[in-house]
């Protein structure tokens, strides 16, 4: 269960007229939890404009000296804040099919429904899918975007990726080329924005999926007693754990030879906890990120209601399922070994009975590992990690003071987790507590290190990531 993600500028029409450096719009994420306003904001034409406007911040030409890129703003960490901000939405949206359509070349600024859209028209897809459908491509590489599945990755078919960077040597905007074969491409997955501005991609391509979906409600331990066997029984699958209850609304998606090609949800049907919760929530009477009374009355209706739903369809439109839901949800997403599972939960419901529950399900889901150097689903020795997301409705919770409380619970969560030796790693996009000690540990940054830019650090990955002896950018 996931919020739309999609991005906000306010007002659209200021996003328009800001080309030229003067009336820099206001910039939210989508769970409305983040929002700034850069002091230098870009929107390039071509490549080329590209390429001249880093030479000019390389040589000092515009301050201040660091920025970051917008893609489809579904982070809601300050990953994406800095001074300067550079909108690539307006380069060129390129797609080239290979032979056969075996292979498809594409501008990373395609947001990905669009580019699934686009593979189907041709009877092609990728193998897997994250939930986030207004993410663009460069943003889903770069946060190593992960599906609800321990048997597929997503990057399985991506052959390379084509980056603009500044050389350490020359200190020369240069653009380069990184493939699977190459051992840079442990770097670019997952390279948090840090390494440059990502501009191109390759896929292979297969034949597209279709699916049929189930959704309903379950006792947890039907799902979480044996998590191989529940993966043995579907393709894609996640339980939304109901607060402070021993049940959970099952979704699961299972492979099947044919289906409606346009196969897709009903519009009018509740896909998902979310929009059955805010269609029901007074707001008068229910606010805050915590679990209240008048919410525990809803869940409750919704355990004895809900009932069962199915959907079949390609890929591109059941995985995500929750593209209609008009929900803003701040987050924090967090991996863990599933031989903890059992312990995990008793520590969740130990912290939460003290400081209470957050005010939606918790996603438990499964997701394949992975190599990459920076990746929180890089785990040696285990095939698969089980995934914790921890969710907050942020349409109820917009004031400062409680965005504050989400922030606060989470730390909390944060330390009761570590103080009980409970090993985990975090979603960089996502609200995390991670600082450099933190980092060392968990992920492989020494040899992430040599490809960073230092001109695409903000605050955010220098308090994580660089020590106070890393040379600046314009001292390679």
């Known amino acids: 269960m996931q919020a739309r993600r999609h991005t906000e500028a306010l007002p659209a029409s200021a996003a328009a007229e800001t080309k030229a450096h003067t009336h820099q719009p206001i910039f939210h994420d989508w769970a409305r939890f983040v929002s700034f306003q850069p002091q230098l904001y870009f929107r390039p034409q071509d490549l080329g404009e590209l390429k001249s406007f880093l030479a000019g911040v390389q040589q000092g030409i515009f301050k201040p000296r660091t920025l970051r890129v917008l893609g489809g703003l579904h982070s809601c960490s300050d990953i994406c804040v800095s001074d300067a901000t550079v909108d690539v939405s307006d380069l060129p949206r390129t797609i080239e099919f290979g032979a056969d359509d075996a292979v498809v070349t594409v501008s990373t600024n395609w947001h990905l429904h669009d580019f699934l859209l686009a593979l189907s028209e041709r009877g092609k897809s990728l193998g897997a899918t994250g939930g986030t459908d207004a993410q663009t491509l460069a943003g889903l590489i770069s946060t190593n975007t992960a599906p609800a599945t321990p048997r597929y990755g997503i990057y399985e078919l991506l052959e390379w990726v084509e980056y603009m960077t500044i050389d350490r040597d020359s200190g020369s905007v240069v653009e380069r080329r990184v493939s699977r074969t190459d051992p840079a ?226 730390r909390g969560l944060w330390n009761h987790l570590m103080d009980a030796g409970i090993q985990f790693k975090a979603h960089w996009g996502k609200i995390n507590f991670m600082d450099r000690t933190f980092v060392d540990g968990h992920f492989a940054f020494g040899q992430f290190e040599p490809f960073i830019c230092s001109m695409f650090l903000n605050k955010y990955l220098t308090d994580r990531l660089i020590a106070a002896s890393w040379p600046s950018h314009d001292s390679p």
């Open 185 to 410: 491409f442990r770097a670019v997955i997952g390279s948090l924005g840090a390494i440059g501005i990502l501009t191109k991609a390759q896929f292979r391509l297969i034949d597209e999926p279709y699916f049929e979906t189930i959704q309903k409600i379950v006792k947890l331990r039907e799902v979480l007693t044996d998590v191989a066997q529940t993966s043995q029984k579907y393709d894609f699958w996640r339980i939304d754990w109901i607060p402070d209850t021993d049940e959970g609304l099952l979704w699961a998606a299972t492979k099947v030879p044919h289906a409606d090609p346009n196969g897709d949800y009903p519009p009018d049907q509740a896909e998902n906890i979310m929009r059955y919760v805010f269609s029901l929530l007074d707001r008068r009477e229910s606010a805050g990120p915590l679990l209240d009374t008048a919410m525990r009355l809803i869940y409750s209706g919704l355990a004895m209601t809900y009932g069962e739903t199915r959907a079949s369809g390609p890929l591109r439109n059941m995985l995500p399922v929750d593209r209609r839901t008009p929900l803003h949800v701040a987050m924090a997403e967090w991996s863990f070994d599933p031989a903890d599972l059992n312990n995990l939960m008793e520590r969740c419901k130990e912290y939460y009975r003290r400081r209470g529950w957050p005010n939606l399900p918790i996603e438990i889901e499964l997701t394949k590992t992975d190599d990459y150097f920076m990746s929180p689903w890089s785990w040696p020795g285990l095939d698969y990690i089980v995934k914790f997301n921890f969710m907050y409705l942020t349409d109820i919770s917009q004031t400062e003071s409680e965005k504050g409380q989400i922030r606060a619970h989470l």
